[in-house]
């Protein structure tokens, strides 16, 4: 089975600069966020959807930070315009809620590693 | 808001030494606790998943206790390998949300 998938693995852009991040969740899997880690901390969600829902959008910087499951299978978190800030990893991860409420094992994908200069 | 503490913050051991790391969490009303590993370089890998009825897990070398009353949970890694150097994530899991420590970055020295 394959896992999370995640593209770019790594970009460097210049602040001011727009920059987007893909990720394909594992088949199946109607849950996916997306979290920020900073280096030496762990994730922090920054956006929850359950199927093309953003049920928890609530740690998301709306004046610069987008986001979108069209379909609900695959995501896109934008940052535009990107600052020095902005400068961490980016974790996509997915899980199959099965309808309860209780967080389920999540699955992570290998991250893109943001660096804004 | 729940906080979530790790430490030691990081840890160097012989191999075949015994690790024990430690986690502690300010909000006891949780639905379970996970660990999970992370490779320099990679996203994070699943180890165990405590349910808050749960004291304890076991996988082959790792077991993970819960204390959901004190606000702690303990992994506990045997006979240490080289290949068990990374760092080790606990995350809480309160309803949907997951809140993650800094984690614990561990050395085995061959």
């Known amino acids: 089975e394959a896992g999370v998938v995640q593209s770019p693995r790594y970009k460097i852009i210049e602040k001011k600069q727009p920059v987007a991040f893909w990720c394909n969740p594992i088949s199946g899997h109607n849950t996916l966020y997306w979290y920020l880690q900073n280096l030496g901390q762990g994730p922090e969600l920054l956006i929850r959807y359950e199927n093309e829902e953003a049920v928890d959008d609530s740690q998301l910087p709306k004046d610069r930070f987008s986001a979108e499951r069209l379909k609900g299978v695959d995501s896109t978190l934008k940052i535009q315009p990107a600052e020095l800030g902005d400068s961490a990893v980016y974790l996509c991860a997915s899980s199959s809620q099965g309808g309860t409420t209780r967080p389920d094992t999540q699955y992570f994908g290998p991250g893109t590693r943001l660096t804004v200069l | 808001k729940q906080e979530v503490t790790q430490i030691p913050a990081a840890l160097s051991v012989p191999e075949g030494e015994n690790l024990v790391l430690n986690c502690s969490f300010t909000d006891s009303a949780i639905y379970n606790l996970q660990w999970f590993r992370q490779d320099p370089g990679k996203g994070l890998t699943s180890l165990l998943l405590?349910?808050?009825?749960?004291r304890e897990q076991t996988s082959g070398r790792l077991n993970a206790s819960l204390d959901k009353s004190s606000g702690r949970s303990t992994l506990y890694i045997a006979a240490s390998q080289p290949g068990d150097s990374a760092t080790y994530l606990c995350?809480?899991?309160?309803?949907?949300?997951?809140?993650f420590g800094a984690g614990t970055t561990v050395t085995v020295r061959a």
């Open positions: 405590i349910q808050s009825s749960q």
């Open positions: 995350a809480v899991g309160d309803d949907y949300k997951l809140s």
